[in-house]
Nanobody, 124 residues
Framework: QVQLVESGGGLVQAGGSLRLSCAAS????????MGWFRQAPGKEREFVAA????????YYADSVKGRFTIARDNAKNTMYLQMNSLKPEDTAVYYC?????????????????WGQGTQVTVSS
């Protein structure tokens, strides 16, 4: 069992930066592949980024590539999403998720554990 709690969301102007954190509890965190997802009002939840259990492999949605960086610190049971050059279209609730099969793929399916989400609002 893995419990996930996101933090770090907030209101920022376009062009600004935020760093989201996902704190995990449970013994399986270091063996799980992890991902970030987001859901804007009236839209479906979408993939943002994923990272392997070791951190050696990452995958990004085209919309955030070059602006966002996913990372993890297994010693701290924490995953991060550094978001730079934020745009109004990045406004959404951001969720972290974990999967135990090790796959680093751009899909919601297969993620067994989810956090409650943190709001990111980017003003123009």
């Amino acid at each position: 069992q893995v419990q996930l709690v996101e933090s770090g969301g907030g209101l920022v102007q376009a062009g600004g930066s935020l760093r989201l954190s996902c704190a995990a509890s449970g013994r399986r965190f270091s063996s799980c592949a992890m991902g970030w997802f987001r859901q804007a009002p009236g839209k479906e939840r979408e993939f943002v980024a994923a990272i392997s259990w070791s951190g050696s492999r990452t995958y990004y949605a085209d919309s955030v590539k070059g602006r966002f960086t996913i990372a993890r610190d297994n010693a701290k049971n924490t995953m991060y999403l550094q978001m730079n050059s934020l745009k109004p279209e990045d406004t959404a609730v951001y969720y972290c998720a974990a999967r135990s099969d090790g796959m680093v793929v751009p899909t919601l399916y297969g993620y067994k554990y989810w956090g409650q989400g943190t709001q990111v609002t980017v003003s123009s």
